[in-house]
């Protein structure tokens, strides 16, 4: 593969791409000789290398003026969508020439324009997009607010996870982590639901079987789209051990409460719950105004700013969307990879 005609980064809007058409050569122009632009209509069309449909379809800005070194001139003015996802792509301009003909070309004749749209730097981790929060701020510019939105979107989703007392990603790869029972003889543990890859359970070194052994809780939580938020052990009978006299089922097992459970899984929340999203952007929101309106957390109120008042400490709406996502539970745990 050849080396990019242009390097354009994931998400850049409002740079200007420019191309020089060019015909088959000429003596006096070997490299090709300069389409002549004047009265045509050109248009841009962009598509994966690997073949998809199309990123970009659409006019193309012709800068060729009477001065002759301008001839077959064009530019293009990335808007927001464009380089949304990152990779390689090839670019072609299609000409229509004035006349009753209506003739078509396209350029470049031997070849494609190769676009290499580069990933952004990874960001930290965000329960909504840049592009999300600069609809909601209607913010248009990319230069001048980048660099606190992307510091308020962390900032605005760490807030909910300690609101919350869990946070709402999946782990990429299983992990294993030790927990210890609480006080009420439960084991409380990170966020986990069902999933397709096993779910590792071991006690003092031991591996354990799920309802024979131990019973995730709450029982109901896969039908209610929530996590499992914590183990209880199961008796002899069968039937789940009163928490105040947790112990294992085998008399030669470890006493439930003494006991180390590693557990290896993917834990975190498979699907963001829209809630989650909605309090990110509402926090997120106001730390953009508060950064930018309100650093001393004052904002002036009426039509000529004449009453100040004081950002409240709290946000009712958050509150209330959050309100039924937060743990109430702590965790005795341990993270061993």
């Not at 006019?59 to 064009?74: K, L, M, N, S, Y």
């Not at 990152?86 to 072609?92: D, F, M, R, S, T």
């Not at 003739?103 to 730097?121: E, K």
């Not at 100040?308 to 965790?331: C, E, F, K, N, W």
Request: charged fraction near 20%; hydrophobic fraction near 40%.
């Amino acid at each position: 593969m050849s080396a990019p005609d242009h390097y354009i980064r994931q998400g850049d809007e409002g740079l200007v791409i420019r191309d020089w058409l060019l015909g088959p050569p000429t003596e006096a122009y070997p490299a090709g000789e300069p389409v002549d632009l004047d009265g045509a209509t050109v248009t841009l069309k962009v598509a994966p290398i690997g073949g998809g449909p199309a990123i970009i379809d659409a006019e193309a800005d012709i800068e060729q003026t009477i001065d002759p070194d301008t001839r077959g001139q064009v530019s293009y003015t990335l808007v927001y969508g464009d380089t949304e996802l990152a990779g390689n792509y090839l670019a072609e301009y299609e000409v229509v020439f004035p006349g009753g003909g209506g003739a078509v070309g396209s350029y470049p004749n031997g070849g494609y324009i190769h676009w290499l749209i580069t990933p952004q730097i990874p960001q930290a981790e965000g329960y909504i997009s840049p592009e999300d929060l600069k609809k909601s701020l209607g913010i248009t510019n990319t230069t001048e607010w980048d660099r606190d939105i992307a510091r308020s979107i962390p900032a605005a989703s760490r807030s909910v996870d300690r609101l919350c007392r869990r946070r709402f990603s999946l782990d990429a790869a299983p992990t294993t982590r030790l927990y210890f029972a609480s006080e009420d003889g439960y084991v409380y543990i990170d966020d986990l639901f069902e999933q397709d890859d096993p779910i590792g359970v071991q006690a003092d070194g031991s591996a354990w079987t799920v309802d024979e052994d131990f019973s995730f809780g709450p029982a109901n939580a896969p039908a209610l789209g929530l996590p499992w938020e914590f183990l209880s052990a199961v008796g002899a009978s069968g039937s789940l051990v009163s928490p105040a006299d947790a112990i294992w089922r085998a008399s030669t097992r470890a006493s439930w409460r003494s006991a180390s459970i590693a557990i290896t899984a993917r834990f975190g929340w498979p699907t963001l719950p829209p809630e989650v999203a909605q309090a990110t952007g509402i926090i997120a929101n106001q730390l953009m105004i508060r950064l930018r309106e309100a650093p001393w957390g004052i904002v002036p109120v009426g039509t000529e700013g004449a009453i100040a008042m004081r950002i409240s400490r709290y946000d009712p709406q958050v509150a209330d969307l959050l309100g039924d996502l937060s743990r109430r539970a702590p965790l005795r745990s341990l993270a061993l990879s």
